[in-house]
């Protein structure tokens, strides 16, 4: 039976989109045997003293095309008041695009 990936609902044969998610429907249930897409780990490519830097990096990777992932991120969502002292950000990106994401910094150094 199709069901929805958001809500769970199983749905009739013939159905494509659950109604209330608007989502479109899968045709099973995962099985044990069929493995989770993996996920790229996330590697750090650049460390900056603060935000300031921490976003100019941001903004040459983003412009590359690499998602980008700042531990600010995290610790904005733990700490929604900014209390304390900054830690140094870390900008990561996915393993995959590591080398990719360290040539677009080397070459935004070059300008
Ligand atoms: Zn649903």
Redesign the pocket.
């Known amino acids: 039976m199709p069901f ?1 990936p ?2 769970k ?1 199983e749905y009739r044969e013939g159905i494509k989109r ?1 109604p ?2 608007d ?1 479109p429907l899968r045709a099973h249930l995962r099985e044990e045997s069929e493995p989770e897409p993996m996920e790229d780990a996330w590697v750090v490519v650049a460390t900056a003293p603060n935000e300031m830097e921490a976003r100019v990096i941001r903004s040459v990777l983003e412009a590359a095309g690499i998602p980008v992932w700042e531990r600010a991120d995290i610790v904005t969502a733990l700490n929604p008041l900014g209390m304390g002292p900054l830690p140094e950000e870390s900008i990561a990106v996915p393993e995959s695009r590591v080398d990719y994401a360290k040539k677009a910094l080397r070459d935004a150094r070059k300008r």
Request: glycine share 0%.
């Open positions: 929805c958001k809500c609902y659950c209330d998610c989502l």
